[in-house]
């Protein structure tokens, strides 16, 4: 009787350890969600709508969830991480929805699924301090990242003060080196985003002529994926909204751990992160429920969207208005917010 329970003992134990082993590598089902378990390569780039995805790492939460996450360190150059993207060298990035709606225009197949950001004075135009407002531009020496969301920016305050985009010389310049090109003497102006905004300024003696706080809404940013990627990897793609979620809340609810946790990470200090933060507003499920609503106005997407196929169809990068409710999925937000409610009742 003795042996043959030490047998049963033995045996139960075995499958104890069987069945942990398995749950640490079997694909995730949390909230019914189940994840694939492949690498999905993640860009990481010191950008407030972008802190999530260190905390979250940091913290253990993409593991939690079932997502076996690579972050890939962007830094050195954002808008090649976008082409890098597009060429399927990483899963998924954060894109100015002027970008994204770009790289979609000339052929890519994108979805944006997350709202994680809006710009709320992280971009600015920077000048010399002899240029004292937009109308002094007209004739003068901009550095700006040709094609891109700052291009579009500067075009639209151009417009707004009464100059057409012919009436400045725009001369490309990397945003990471704005700075640093301005600082040489050769450029009047450029078109950057924090923190090199602030380098320009302080180090360089800029005058800040506008940022886009001026101009609610203008500059709206996302998580993206190819559409194929979310055809494939549905579950994946769920799971890593409901990570973006529980770290959201997570940063509005412990500002001060989160934020140290991006300041040891950048090497720079907790109240740099969140000032960085005031200037690019972290969103969260409730602002997305917003922003991914059909509107013709800045608070939608789809009326972002269309403000900025306008500027495209100038620029000769497409004849006709994209259809936003293509590429601007709102699927994966309704349904955290479904789950959600589940959970509730």
Not at 230 to 245: C, K, L, S
Not at 260 to 286: H, M, S
Request: neutral net charge; proline residues 3%; glycine residues 6%.
């Amino acid at each position: 009787m003795i042996k043959k329970f030490v047998i049963s003992t033995t045996a139960l134990l075995l499958l104890t350890i069987i069945g942990f082993m398995y749950w640490q590598s079997a694909p995730n089902t949390e909230q019914g969600v189940q994840t694939s378990g492949l690498p999905i390569k993640v860009a990481r780039y010191y950008w407030p709508g972008m802190y999530w995805i260190e905390i979250a790492a940091k913290k253990g939460w993409f593991k939690e969830a079932g997502l076996n996450v690579d972050l890939i360190d962007c830094n050195s150059d954002y808008y090649a991480s976008l082409q890098d993207m597009v060429d399927g060298k990483i899963d998924t990035n954060n894109f100015y929805l002027f970008d994204f709606m770009r790289f979609n225009a000339a052929g890519a197949d994108l979805l944006l699924i997350i709202n994680s950001d809006n710009s709320t004075g992280s971009e600015a135009i920077i000048a010399k301090p002899v240029i004292t407002t937009i109308a002094d531009l007209k004739g003068k020496k901009i550095g700006v990242d040709k094609g891109s969301n700052l291009e579009y920016i500067l075009d639209t305050v151009l417009k707004r003060h009464g100059l057409m985009p012919a009436d400045v010389i725009k001369v490309q310049v990397s945003s990471e080196q704005a700075a640093e090109e301005f600082g040489k003497g050769q450029l009047d102006a450029v078109v950057t985003w924090e923190p090199v905004v602030s380098a320009a300024v302080e180090q360089w003696h800029g005058r800040k002529l506008f940022n886009t706080s001026a101009i609610p809404g203008i500059s709206p940013v996302g998580w993206v994926f190819k559409r194929s990627f979310t055809e494939q990897r549905p579950g994946d793609v769920q799971a890593f909204v409901n990570v973006w979620h529980r770290t959201t809340l997570f940063i509005k609810n412990k500002p001060k751990e989160a934020f140290a946790i991006i300041a040891d990470i950048y090497n720079v200090t907790a109240e740099e992160v969140e000032t960085f933060a005031r200037l690019d507003q972290i969103l969260d499920l409730r602002d997305n429920l917003t922003s991914f609503s059909y509107g013709a106005g800045f608070e939608s997407l789809h009326g972002t969207a269309r403000h900025m196929t306008n500027f495209l169809i100038d620029k000769g990068v497409t004849k006709k208005q994209l259809d936003s409710t293509k590429f601007i999925d709102a699927a994966f937000i309704r349904s955290l917010k479904h789950s959600l409610r589940q959970e509730a009742l």
